[in-house]
């Protein structure tokens, strides 16, 4: 039996997030915190998805 292989999610840290979403890193933190943004990483060294930072700011871009 073979065992189904999950994508690798990629991740980047806070500063890389917020400087591709042309936003402060508070402001991505503030998304994590309110469930718009995922937050992989352990503590003191949080990361993001990026597909997930690319549909929220196209959404943020169409709004």
Known sequence: MSVAHRP????IPTQLAAMAAGVPE???RKWASR????????PGRAEYSVQELIELVAKRAAA
């Open 8 to 11: 690798r999610i990629r991740t």
């Open 26 to 28: 508070a402001t991505i």
């Open 35 to 42: 469930g718009k943004l995922t937050r992989y990483g352990r």
